[in-house]
């Protein structure tokens, strides 16, 4: 619970009512104790003070973030958690300041947790031995070497006791957990994933659970022979003891105020940290303020000129395509093709400005911007000269999306976070609403395909219908109504005109209704086609596909025809524009006005209207962007990512058609996006690269930007980019950056957000308006992004909603290094590092690759790997040291083994955890087959995404010849809601067929239909919530394992922040068939609760799927289906005279 969402509390302390009435001078995080010293995060550094307080010290000042300071037994090292040579790791530093020491060399993330007792060793976490979403402890020298874990099956962060004997832990991470890039704020979370603490014994494993309620215990710490920690269950965040003795717990101190973040100890003295305060607190005693001092340069505070050209987003092209707008860093910039200087028209650092939109006339970009509080449509000339004209749009915060200019340059349509389209009228500022509001439309884009007449009359715009197709509406700027123009019984988006006004071109498919609702898994089964089709507008408009037939021309025709055709000619149109000089000197020239576009359809039945369209001769596929360039001119994007659910990212192809030729011919290949440029002669493309198979992408790819003509790529030649001289050049993108400016802009911005976004319009009760303004004088202490996302998980902890995080940001980062993974374990026999087991990837999988396992390798567990590279290799060296870099590339290897010494060449990965996924999936295979005799399926589900999607199809019907099944969706990572997973479990015998030759087949065969079991645990959540849910709704079986997360509040895709940070805001809820909002902050029980012990774990068992077997076992009777009954005889009666 957050001191925000509560005014009351019990046991307040007269100090913390006055801590929390004046804003912290600094930002203080993480403290650690030693007898002399307190360390701790700030900034982005680490820092020591006296513990009496006084002038900080700078410890570290790398380029990249510092954090989890840990103090040595004798306090005279510090570890930490580091970035400064592009992966996180461990350090040590001298606590009196000095040389960092790099500790560990995995490209997965090491992140400090403390030290051993007796100072020997750094403990660490990591996942990078897991098989999925959780971590281990891992213990190493402070001089670095092999790093070993201890014998948990999961954890997160603890502490040994003092004899070195015991260690307390939590094997699971916060449900709110914090590491200055990424960040969950869940305040009083009650959730499956309430993180226990649990004490082991390191010898025997025997293990005790610290008494535990509903609400998180967190930092366990050892001090005066008792464990003290943190927990939420009486409230906000407060501190408590366990005395390992009497098995008590009792509170310490009695938090009122702002969250207590991290807990630490030097087995004396108790340290920790609150709203960037540092108090100490002697056991018994009360806390008491650590006065810091911390003066420096604080180079992230300071105005400077930075490059953006990776934060460009939001691209539109000038009309003939000469320049380009764009959206960087919150600020509006043209850029040249070819000649001319960068332009910023906005220029206002700490003001967000997005999405904008050049009139085709040339003159004038529209965006929104925030610069009132709350957003409104400015138009800026492009030249950048004078001030933009500002127009309101709405009284409450809102979000506008994709603004479209009409051809005359003198209205803009758009949409906005509210499923409400509009069109806006620029000479008299009137907003005007199209229709009644959409259907909200799961987690898919909100497709709002707009397109305006030539002659600026009309508007068609897609409206998400009722039963979650899409429909093309066309509105009338005269009578401001809209009629609408396709049948609901198909699905018809990307409206656009033919520039002759004749027709309007949209996508249309027939068989889209099983994939229009996203949210549910079943609309993954099928992928959709579309066709491209044209309604004719006026009845005397010929269909677009009539019968052609080529007849001679009388002499007056041809006449006629020779000279519209000189007029289209460069000279007849220069001929054309001296005649009007001559004529006019004085007067400038004018563009000639479009023809009326002649629309009859108002006032017609659907069916009547439907009898106009036709499909175009265009093959139908997975079809997406339809834009129009010159009359009778279409484009398109064939883009097969967009059916793929397993697709890395898009990979579209340029399509372009006229009516005159009627062929499909290509443009361009590998892009994102494109746009036409207003006249119809260019091309915006938007080109991504295809990701490289052993190098995984780590975000969204970056599109190159160019602008080519639009005409087709050249049979067998390349697209027609027209060189270098064609691509923007972003490279050179800068802006003026003020980042306290920024930061607080961010900080309303990130209420705005909420306020607009958030599912329920009364915040679960949360007063938003008065926690923003008792915390925005804090906005002032922030010294870096670091600290601003501090902020944001502080504010966001009063909503106590799931789902809400944020990550990203502006935060100075040390130059990324990729790794190198050979996919193996290995064990240090007689100091060498020797293989103790190769990860194979297994059959099927061409996702996994196994570095080790190639055909001809012949590499076996035990041998060793004396060199790398030729480089000698012995313990003291970790063996990721000199395999960092070498992902994707060729390494050679010199082994020892029974064979004797050979060198071989390999190719390292950048990451093994899909090779120990599957491994771990195959191994719970194989042990049901074992544990069953064979009777039993397994079938692992990663999420209900994807990746569960493709794991069920694979696993669950290549097992169909079994009697029963094991589901296990531990640390299930959510996604969907599996409903076409419990269709299929739900199953049922309808009947039997009898062939000739063959075995006797049933109805339906793609089933199992005997006994189904479960498995969940505390990290199956989201999506992961569900499937139990709805498992136990349909009483398929019994569930087992642990209480699930507990996140049934969903999100979609939020507006990025200025410098490209994200927050969520959870969009929306779920609530069951009786009317109740269900799983969220809670989760769903086990039928069977089992938890897994470290001790039976460790000696190579899993007490929840052994559980599970067993449970199917017993259920599991004989398998009984009726003989096949005798042929019938039908003997043939006489006809009857």
Known sequence: ??????????????????????????????????????????????????????????????????????????????????????????????????????????????????????????????????????????????????????????????????????????????????????????????????????????????????????????????????????????????????????????????????????????????????????????????????????????????????????????????????????????????????????????????????????????????????????????????????????????????????????????????????????????????????????????????????????????????????????????????????????????????????????????????????????????????????????????????????????DEKSVAEARETAKENADKTPAGQAGEAKKDAKDKPSAPPTPPQPKTTAVDLPGLSLAAISARTVALPIPAGPLTGLQTGKPGTIFWLSDPGATDPNATGPNGTLHRFTLEDRKVETVAEHLADYQLTADGEKVLLAEVKPPSPDMPPSGPPHPHYSVVPATPKPPGGAAPKGGDDTALAFDSLEVRVDPPAEWAQMYHEVWRIERAFFYDPNFHGFDTVAAEKRLAPYVAAVQSRSDLNYIFQEMLTGFSVGHLRGSGGAIPEARRVSGGLLGADYQIVGGKWCIAKIYTGGAWSPDAKAPLAQPGLNIRAGDCIAAINGQALDASTDIQQPLEGTAGKAVSLTLSGTAGPRTVTVIPVGSEARLRNLDWIEG??????????????????????????????????????????????????????????????????????????????????????????????????????????????????PLVGKRTWGGLVGISQMPPLMDGGQVTSPDVGFFSPKGQWDVENHGVDPDVPVEQDPKAVAAGHDPQLETAVALALQKLGPVTAPPRPAYPVYPLKPAKP
């Open 1 to 550: 619970m957050s001191y925000l969402a509560s005014a009351a509390a019990v046991g307040v302390l007269a100090f913390a009512a006055q801590a929390g009435a004046q804003p912290a001078p600094h930002i203080l995080q993480q403290p650690a104790l030693s007898h002399d010293l307190i360390a701790f995060s700030y900034a982005g550094d680490i820092w020591t003070v006296p513990r009496s307080g006084g002038r900080a010290t700078r410890i570290t000042t790398g380029v990249g973030v510092e954090s989890q300071p840990m103090f040595s037994p004798d306090g005279t090292t510090l570890a930490f958690t580091g970035d400064y040579d592009g992966n996180t790791d461990v350090f040590t530093v001298p606590a009196v300041g000095g040389v960092p020491h790099r500790v560990t060399y995995h490209p997965a993330a090491d992140v400090a947790v403390g030290w051993s007792s007796d100072g020997k060793k750094i403990l660490f976490r990591s996942n990078r031995a897991a098989a999925s979403r959780y971590t281990q402890i891992f213990e190493v020298s402070p001089q670095g070497g092999a790093a070993t874990p201890l014998p948990l099956p999961m954890a997160y962060a603890g502490q040994e006791s003092p004899d070195g004997a015991r260690i307390a832990y939590n094997p699971m991470g916060p449900a709110f957990a914090f590491n200055f890039t990424n960040y969950v704020a869940w305040g009083n979370y009650r959730g499956g994933q309430a993180s226990t603490i649990k004490i082991t014994t390191l010898s025997g494993l025997d293990t005790v659970e610290v008494p535990h309620e509903a609400a998180a215990d967190l930092s366990p710490v050892w001090a005066r022979g008792k464990l003290y920690f943190l927990s939420a269950r009486g409230g906000p965040m407060s501190i408590y003891s366990y005395d390992p003795a009497s098995k008590a717990v009792a509170q310490v101190y009695a938090n009122a105020g702002p969250e207590i973040r991290s807990l630490a100890s030097d087995g004396q003295t108790l340290v920790f940290d609150r709203l960037g305060e540092l108090y100490t607190l002697e056991p018994g005693g009360q806390p008491q303020r650590v006065s810091v001092d911390v003066t420096g340069d604080m180079p992230d505070v300071r105005a400077r000129i930075a490059k953006v050209g990776d934060e460009v987003v939001n691209v539109s092209v000038s009309p003939t395509g000469i320049r380009a707008a764009v959206e960087a860093h919150g600020e509006i910039l043209t850029v040249p093709v070819k000649k001319g200087p960068i332009r910023n028209l906005t220029n206002t650092p700490g003001v967000m400005e997005r999405e904008p939109s050049w009139s085709p006339d040339g003159q004038s970009i529209a965006y929104f911007s925030d610069e009132g509080g709350l957003y409104a449509l400015h138009v800026a000339a492009q030249t950048g000269e004078g001030k933009p004209r500002k127009y309101a749009l709405a009284a409450e915060p809102a979000y506008y999306f994709h603004p479209v200019w009409s051809p005359d340059s003198k209205k803009i349509a758009f949409y906005d976070n509210r499923l409400k389209s509009y069109v806006l009228d620029l000479a008299s500022g009137k907003v005007t609403q199209l229709g009644e509001p959409d259907v909200w439309g799961g987690f898919t884009d909100q497709t709002h395909g707009m397109s305006w007449s030539p002659d600026s009359r009309w508007l068609a715009w897609t409206r998400f219908l009722p039963n979650h197709l899409h429909g093309v509406m066309l509105f009338s700027t005269e009578t401001a109504k809209s009629i609408p123009v396709t049948d609901p019984m198909g699905d018809a988006r990307d409206p656009a005109f033919d520039r002759s006004g004749k027709y309007l071109y949209f996508l249309g498919s027939n068989n889209a209704g099983m994939t229009a609702h996203t949210l549910d898994m079943s609309s993954d089964l099928y992928r959709p086609t579309r066709s491209v089709y044209a309604l004719s507008l006026a009845a005397a408009t010929a269909s677009p596909t009539a019968p052609e037939s080529d």
């Open 924 to 1037: 719970n295979r194989r042990k049901v087959e074992e544990l069953s005799g064979g009777r039993l399926a397994y079938v692992y589900l990663p999420d209900t995404g994807a990746g569960g999607f493709t794991s069920f199809n694979r696993y669950y019907f290549a097992q169909t010849d079994k009697q029963g099944v094991v589901v296990d969706e531990r640390f299930n990572g959510g996604g969907q809601m599996a409903d076409y997973i419990i269709e299929v479990l739900s199953r049922h015998l309808q009947g039997y067929w009898s062939p000739r030759y063959g075995a006797i087949e049933r109805t339906p065969a793609a089933s199992i239909l005997g006994p189904k079991v479960m498995i969940a645990n505390e990290a199956s959540g989201s999506g992961g919530d569900a499937l139990p849910w709805m498992f136990k709704a349909n009483q398929l079986g």
